[in-house]
């Protein structure tokens, strides 16, 4: 009878340790293991999670309506960068300022106006919070509003309203009243026009004042010009605006036209009238977007068009020509207030309100609020909105829109930028300005990648290919086993050193003999192959000399010397073909040598018409071959020389040559080997940063130019997110960059490895 | 392939010969580019620290110049021969470039005068001069006719360079640590502002403290100002060099062979446990070496139990089928994603998400000044750990499968448990595997530049990552890196060519270190192979 459990002496137990220790540390690898796992594929997700945010629309969430000005919408209304103290500004002589959380008082500041004048017009320059107004004696004048904060125990804000009033001016000759008013500062100029009554009839006049610097800071204001534009008018004007840059008077007419009026020289000079709408249409509403050079305009039957002010082709002066149309209104625009950040702008018509985007043309957000809405106003902030009702309450909502300006047109799209002269893919991330328009088309980059791979493997191909053919097929055994190695030393080599000796030595040699290097490239095979041919006619005692599989270590000199002569040989060449001409087509003669100029580097742009750098896509893709040729060579190696050898015998057996039998035998068999490490060098040529960073002027243009630079996916990443603010939109798109880098790599690398897996099957059949 | 049949002796011609020596090409080609690069850089490397002969240079225009002949070349313009000069003797109202090409063809004359002195200097670069006389301090005064001239000037520069040192200290190490109590004093009265008045006064002291320590360092600096060498330029100029600010000086053409290769070792050993001086350009990279290997030892440190962890998973416990096969496929995938992604991941996670949480948690006083929510040694390291986990993962792998099954059957038929098998046989069996791969992980890391820039990597750290202020191991500190520094030394100098031999020296050691870790593991992967190829049925 076998002993039952309880009969086996305690000593043949395991002791309780060992199995808790056991079952302890199984399930600690087993946890660790699926953690560290996941782990790994969480930098996938956490990579898409801060890409998402991109492709969110704006968020929009009502916060309060209050009541603001009793009764009636008040002429014009604005509001302070934190949104606390909005005020309005009923045309009287004083201004209310409402507490937006509703605990102070509404508390109002006098104004002094000239004696007696009824203000008839006035406008609100959010950006330098400003109110310019217009009277009914034909004067303009401005008042400006500035907020102080205060920071009180426990960092709780106090804001103080103040108002400085400006000097008053007479427009025109006479004294009618003030329809319309417009104001641009401009630093030193500023200008001020007005659509003014007389005689029963509309009339345009601006005034432009000069501010005179000194050292004492800004001096004193005078009036420079004084000018009626009525003449140059096509029609009777309705409304006008006045861009910030102050250098000139846009004037809408009823017949639909919108002239334009340069300021900025000695005299008023018209230099545009353009029908925005198809004829018949009037323009209900023009508004100025962030930047003051691209107009909004909608007609009455809510079509809204973007004109923006750029220099035509064909043209030498900045007009402005459509170039968006954005989705249709419900009707004319009624209402319109812009964004001090971006392009961002708030309209609509009516009761519907929308949040549009200029560079993408995209609606960010839109709803029907419910209520006739009569004004509009963004903070400085661009957090909040606040809308008018025709009762005088003003309902205010947060705005959450930071990244207003990606979305697939702007990452994929031609998107036609403020001051281009066509649409195009631009990627041109930061620049000078607040106003800067960022330009973040990720096409040039990925075309740039795209172009640095091709030229890399162009080089790469051939001769990790053929290197692993003749490694895996014909090498000796004994010496395979240094030469294996040796090139796999070539895949460590770091790719901040290939590609400082790509910038600082290679480049300087390649951009003065490029005829020579095309000669090296040409001339090199050919003489293996003409050595290779005449050397099988050779008798059979003299083939004999040479072992097999020693070719290689034979043809290292005569490579070596044949490389030399068509290195020197190069120059002739250049002086033959690469002469330089002159305008007439006359070829350019050296004073010194009397002989015909000949450059390769000067040569190149003219025959093509396409530039010629010093740190090209020659240079990347040759030093790029040095980490890619041995990623291929590897994997193809082993690929070849895991083909059965009784096949290769079997091949041999019946007569084959070892040529026939790695053409017809084991080139078939590697064939998806061969493949999966084409891709796997793609996969590494995709990636690599520090060879392009260096070795290319990294500009992001798009042309398939050898001698020309690129910006690829990854050295744009390597060049701009350091500099990037976290979180910013620029920030989030160089996370998709790196997206689209992972996924296209990860692709690549699961196709080649399939592939692999599929082969290995392969040889278990055979 | 071992014993492929005999293929060639017959008596036709066979067929393809021409495509076989094709194919030889493509293998020779690869061959010669990889000793060529090696080549190319191990020479220029070494030239670096190789003492050149000083040569007084006549030329058709301009006055006479004595510098070194650093490189011979033929113009590529021009098809004549140029050489690359280095004249050295910088100084604060003449700071031109010391580096530049002379076409042979504007030569007339050359000559390799006796008496030429070089000296390296603390500022301004190298100079190159013929010595006059000196002036001790004491005012005692030694033309270089002298015989004494030579010993007299070493013992000066012995004395100048333990002041220096001395300097050093005071600057470095007791200035530093007062500094530190006042950095610490400072946010301790923004977090305690009721007890400001003591605290006040306690910097107060402090600061009296350090002005003594500063006073104490100007006046050591002032006196190393005061034993003057006299020197004649070629163009016939003299100026007085402050012998504290030498600290080598030689006489190249009276040099011998061996004199020259001692001289080649002592300036690589500078090189190597120096501090870097003028931008870079100069000195030693001893911080850029130790930063290196901070975070190459940190990042094994990581990916070492990480990666065996992870390994013994997939192919101990984790059931063999579809997932795991699809899990390995996507780890051993991961080698090839670019190293830039796990740069961007490394910042966006690691820096800006953890990094600033840990300041909100730990290091709110010294905020909005971010203590590890910025790029830093330890964020550096487990980026890279994570871009060379599937190096790990996939050697330690494959080292696990590559153990014999008997011998796992033997262990538990002998009734060792599961984790006993693993540990006491599987573990061992397989570790030069586990080896192989982290030296290759080492080496990777070693090498990579590219996410490093965006996780802490620094052109110039004023402190290493390790030292022997407490807590010792400064996790949070910016470091330097050989890797880095060849691209910042290289493309971010104002004079490129006087940075280029930094450069190419700095570029030699990186390559070596790699290359050796490369080499290793691939020695270490041939053994194992033959060792199970012999084991295994």
Redesign the interface.
């Known amino acids: 009878m076998p002993p039952t459990p309880s009969d086996v002496p305690d000593r043949f137990l ?1 002791s309780k340790g ?2 808790r ?2 079952r302890f ?2 399930a600690a ?2 946890l ?3 953690g ?2 996941i782990a ?2 969480g ?1 996938f997700i ?2 898409i999670s ?1 890409v998402l945010p991109l492709f969110r629309s704006a968020e929009v969430k009502e916060i309060a309506a209050m009541p603001f000005a009793a009764g009636k919408a008040p002429m014009v209304f604005g509001i302070d960068e934190w949104a606390e103290l909005p005020f309005y500004y009923e045309g009287g002589s004083d201004v209310t300022f409402v507490d937006a959380a509703g605990v102070k008082p509404p508390r109002t500041l006098p104004l002094t106006l000239p004696g007696g004048a009824q203000v008839t017009a006035a406008s609100y320059i959010s950006a330098d919070q400003l109110v310019v107004i217009g009277t009914s004696d034909g004067q303009i004048g401005t008042f400006t509003v500035s907020y102080t904060a205060e920071f009180g125990e426990g960092g709780a804000r106090s804001i103080t309203p103040d108002l400085t009033m400006g000097e008053f001016y007479p427009v025109g000759t006479s004294g009618g009243a003030i329809r319309a008013v417009g104001y641009g500062d401009g630093g030193e100029t500023k200008v001020v026009a007005a659509v003014q009554d007389s005689a029963g009839k509309p009339e345009v006049h601006a005034v432009v004042l000069k501010q005179k610097r000194s050292l004492m800071g800004k001096g004193k204001l005078t009036k420079d010009g004084d000018y009626d534009l009525t003449p140059m008018l096509t029609g009777a004007p309705v409304n006008l605006r006045v861009p910030r840059t102050g250098d000139a008077v846009l004037v809408t007419t009823a017949e639909g036209v919108v002239d334009y009026i340069f300021l900025g020289g000695d005299e008023p000079e018209k230099r545009q009238e353009f029908k925005p709408f198809a004829e018949g249409r009037k323009i209900a509403s023009i508004d100025l977007i962030f930047g003051d050079v691209s107009l909004v305009l909608t007609d009455d039957t809510g079509e809204m068009t973007i004109f923006s002010l750029l220099v035509p082709e064909g043209s030498d002066q900045r007009l402005f020509v459509k170039t968006k149309t954005l989705a249709n209104l419900a009707g004319p625009a009624t209402f319109f207030a812009r964004s001090q950040r971006n392009k961002l702008f708030l309209t609509g018509s009516g009761q519907q309100v929308s949040l549009r985007h200029s560079t993408t043309e995209q609606v960010r957000w839109e709803q029907n609020v419910g209520f006739e809405v009569k004004g509009a106003v963004i903070d400085a902030k661009c957090a909040s909105f606040a809308l008018l009702d025709a009762g005088g309450t003003l309902h205010r909502y947060s705005l959450d829109d930071p990244h207003p300006e990606s979305g697939w047109k702007a990452y994929f799209g031609k998107v036609w930028y403020e001051g281009a002269s066509k649409p195009e893919y631009t990627w041109q991330s930061t620049g000078g300005t607040d106003d800067f328009e960022p330009k973040l088309s990720l096409r040039p980059l990925i075309h740039g990648t795209l172009k640095g791979t091709f030229w890399a493997l162009f080089f790469a191909i ?14 000796r ?1 004994e010496v395979k ?1 240094i ?1 294996k ?6 895949a ?6 290939l ?3 790509a ?3 290679l480049a ?2 390649i951009e ?2 490029v005829p020579s290097l095309f000669l090296v490239f040409g001339g ?2 050919l ?7 005449a ?4 008798p ?1 005692q003299r ?2 000399m040479l072992r ?1 599989g020693m ?3 034979a ?2 000199p005569l ?2 010397l044949a490389a030399w002569g068509f290195w020197s040989l190069g ?1 002739v060449l250049e002086s033959w073909i690469c002469v330089i001409k002159d305008a007439s087509g006359q070829p350019v003669i050296d004073a010194a040598t009397g002989r015909a100029v000949a450059d390769f580097r000067a040569w190149w742009p003219q025959i093509t018409g396409t530039p010629f750098e010093q740190r090209n896509s020659l240079v990347v893709g040759v030093m790029m ?2 980490a890619v ?1 041995p990623v291929i ?1 590897t994997i193809a190696e082993d690929a070849l ?1 895991n083909v059965p ?1 009784s096949l ?2 079997a091949s ?2 019946l007569g084959a ?7 017809t035998v084991v080139l078939p068999i590697a064939s998806s080997g061969i493949f999966s490490a084409l891709m ?1 060098g793609l ?2 040529a ?5 060879i392009v ?2 070795a290319t002027g990294n500009t992001p243009v798009m042309d398939w130019n050898l001698f020309n630079g690129m910006r690829t996916l ?1 050295a744009n ?2 060049t701009e ?2 500099e990037a603010p ?1 979180h910013s939109t620029l920030y989030r798109t ?2 998709l960059g ?1 997206l689209v ?2 996924a296209l ?2 692709m ?3 196709a080649a ?2 592939l692999r ?1 599929r082969l290995r099957e392969k040889y278990k059949l055979v | ?11 036709k ?22 000793v060529a ?2 080549g ?2 191990v020479k220029r490397g070494t030239n670096v620290f190789w003492p050149k002969r000083i040569v007084e240079i006549q030329l058709k225009e301009g006055g006479p110049l004595l510098a070194e002949r650093v490189i011979s070349q033929k113009n ?2 021009t ?1 004549r021969e140029e050489w690359l000069i280095h004249s050295g003797n910088k100084s604060k109202d003449d700071p031109g470039t010391t580096y530049r090409y002379v076409d042979t063809g504007e030569i007339t004359g050359t000559a390799e005068p006796q008496g030429v002195m070089k000296a390296e200097r603390m500022e301004y670069g190298d100079a190159i001069f013929y010595p006059v006389s000196l002036t001790a301090r004491d005012g005692a005064s030694i033309q270089s006719t002298d015989p004494t001239f030579r010993a007299k000037l070493e013992s000066l520069m012995k004395t100048g360079a333990a002041e220096r040192q001395q300097v050093q200290r005071l600057e470095k190490v007791e200035i530093g640590r007062i500094n530190k109590k006042i950095q610490d004093l400072d946010v301790k009265i923004k977090v305690h502002p009721e007890q400001a008045e003591a605290l006040t006064a306690e910097k107060a002291t402090l600061q009296a403290e350090y002005e003594k320590l500063a006073a104490q360092a100007r006046g050591l600096h002032e006196a190393l100002g005061k034993d003057l060498l006299r020197c004649r330029l070629v163009s016939g100029e003299e100026r007085d060099q402050a012998i504290g600010e030498l600290i080598r000086v030689y006489e190249p053409n009276k040099l011998g062979f061996w004199g020259r290769l001692k001289l080649t070792f002592a300036r690589f050993w500078d090189f190597l446990s120096e501090d870097p001086r003028e931008a870079n350009t100069e000195g030693g990279i001893f911080p850029a070496i130790f930063g290196t290997f901070v975070m190459t030892i940190l990042m094994s440190l990581v990916v070492t139990p ?1 990666g065996v ?6 192919r ?3 059931r063999q089928g579809l997932l795991v096969q699809v ?1 390995r ?6 080698a ?10 490394g ?3 690691f820096v ?1 998400t953890i990094g600033s949480q840990v300041d909100s948690w730990f290091f709110s006083d010294s905020l909005p000044t971010p203590t590890f929510g910025t790029g830093g040694v330890l964020w550096a390291s487990l980026t890279l750990a ?1 871009l060379t ?2 190096v790990v993962i996939v050697a330690t792998e494959e080292a696990l499968a590559s153990v014999p099954r008997g011998v796992r059957e033997a262990a538990l038929a002998c ?1 060792a ?4 098998t693993i ?1 006491r046989v599987v573990l061992p069996a397989s570790a030069p595997g586990v080896l192989t791969g982290v030296i290759l992980a080492m ?2 890391g ?5 996410p490093l ?2 996780v802490g990597v620094v052109k110039l750290a004023p402190s290493l990552p390790l030292d022997t202020t407490a807590p010792f191991i400064h996790a949070e500190r910016k470091f330097m890196h050989l ?2 520094h ?2 910042d030394v ?2 971010q100098s104002p004079d ?1 060519l006087a940075a ?1 031999p930094m ?1 190419y020296a700095t ?1 030699l050691l ?2 070596t270190l ?2 050796v ?3 290793a593991a ?1 020695l270490l992967r ?1 053994k194992l192979r033959k060792k199970y190829a012999a084991g295994t049925f």
């Not at chain 1, 050397?535 to 050779?538: E, F, I, P, Q, V």
């Open positions: 395991v060992t199995l220790f056991d540390m199984n690898i087993r660790g293991g699926l560290i796992i790994v594929f930098i956490f990579i801060q051939p001769v990790a290919l053929l290197a692993a053919v003749y490694t895996a097929q014909f090498l055994v086993r030469v190695p040796m090139m796999e030393i070539m460590s080599l770091p790719s901040v050193v590609g400082f000796l910038a600082l030595w300087p040699i003065n003999r090199v095979p003489l293996a192959a003409l050595v290779g041919a050397w099988s006619r050779l059979a083939r004999a097999p070719e290689w270590v043809f290292i490579m070596l120059p071959g040095f040729i060579f020389s050898a290769t015998a041999a057996a040559s070892r040529w026939q039998t790695l053409r796997i996969g590494r995709v990636g690599e940063t520090m960073v260096m990854s990443i390597a997110l350091p976290v160089l996370f790196a880098l992972f790599t990860f690549l690398n699961t490895e399939i897996h | 392939m071992a014993d492929r049949p005999p293929l060639t002796y017959s008596i011609p066979p067929k393809g010969e021409a495509q076989v020596w094709l194919t030889a090409m493509g293998l020779a080609v690869g061959i010669v580019m990889v690069l090696l190319l850089i590529l313009k098809g990480l962890i992870a390994a013994i998973y997939l101990e416990y984790a899990v496929i996507s780890v051993n995938n991961l090839g994603v670019p190293s830039i992604v796990f740069g961007v991941f910042l966006g996670f800006y994570l986990l599937p009734g448990s599961k984790w006993q540990q080496a990777r070693a090498g990579e530049v590219a820039m965006l890797g880095f060849i691209f290289g493309f490129s280029q450069v570029t990186l390559i790699v290359v870790m490369n080499l691939i041939n």
